[in-house]
């Protein structure tokens, strides 16, 4: 079962939360674990700017089409850490520390990431993800504040 509330993002908040940024990171996180392309598709830019743990910066085409086709798929995410910074009524940055099991291309990787992503409200636009990073957080990086 996939949480639909609050509840996992709103339990791991550092510092003060941000209700409209924590929906934000909630309704992202239950797209990408039922492959939900088009909420995807309504929280992603369209000129997004995003780096994969590879190092490779990925489109918001290429993001979408992997979840369409299958090639990669959310099997558990765990939300560990949430902070957020409200640069503005328009610009937010957050970083969340989650375990995560993804099957890519049929493989399985399970482990400790932290996305950053950069949520922006542009001209009269809903808000969205205009840029970002993952990456796996290594064992000594775990209990650093």
Excluded: C, N
Excluded at 45 to 65: C, E, N, R, Y
């Amino acid at each position: 079962m996939i949480d639909l509330d609050l509840t996992p993002l709103a339990a791991v908040v550092v510092g003060a939360p941000d209700p409209e940024i924590l929906d934000l990171e909630a309704r992202i996180r239950v797209a990408q674990l039922r492959a939900d392309v088009p909420a995807m598709d309504a929280l992603l830019a369209d000129d997004l700017l995003f780096t994969g743990p590879d190092g490779t910066v990925g489109t918001k085409a290429q993001d979408l089409a992997a979840h369409q086709s299958g090639a990669v798929r959310f099997r558990e995410h765990v939300p560990m850490e949430l902070r957020v910074r409200r640069i503005g009524p328009a610009v937010a940055v957050t970083a969340l520390r989650a375990q995560l099991t993804v099957e890519v291309a049929g493989t399985l990787v399970s482990g400790e990431y932290r996305y950053t992503r950069v949520w922006a409200r542009e001209g009269s636009r809903d808000w969205r993800v205009v840029g970002g990073h993952v990456s796996a957080v290594p064992p000594r990086a775990r209990e650093a504040p």
